[in-house]
């Protein structure tokens, strides 16, 4: 199973912008859907965002619609989470996750790929 290693967490105060970023160090993400999911102190993880192999297309949680996009460079092997508009709401650990299933999918246990987690707080 791939071992998925996500970076890119830290201390940002409201408004700003943070950029989360995934790798695999011995296999291609080439063959996965990618997403982000978030768990905060006390909360269930949830899904953040989607983006499917091609990198054409991205699914997003409502929450983050439209202060957060998802992105993959499958030359680098890396994806990324490019946060912005930051609340203090959005802290939380974010995972990646990766998904071998071609169903598109927000439900944490259908992704068999994980990281490891990056924390992410902000701060008023």
């Known amino acids: 199973q791939v071992q998925l290693l996500d970076s890119g967490g830290g201390l940002v105060q409201a408004g700003g912008s943070l950029r989360l970023s995934c790798t695999a160090s011995?296999?291609?993400?080439?063959?996965?859907?990618m997403g982000w999911f978030r768990q905060a102190p006390g909360k269930e993880r949830e899904f953040v965002a989607r983006l499917s192999r091609s990198g054409l297309t991205a699914l997003y949680a409502d929450s983050v619609k439209g202060r957060f996009t998802i992105s993959r460079d499958n030359a680098k092997n890396m994806v990324y989470l490019q946060m912005n508009s930051l609340k203090p709401e959005d802290t939380a650990v974010y995972y990646c996750?990766?998904?071998?299933?071609?169903?598109?999918?927000?439900?944490?246990?259908?992704?068999?790929?994980w990281g490891q987690g990056t924390q992410v707080t902000v701060s008023l």
């Open positions: 011995e296999r291609t993400l080439s063959g996965y859907a």
């Open positions: 996750a990766g998904d071998v299933g071609m169903v598109q999918t927000t439900k944490s246990h259908e992704y068999e790929a």
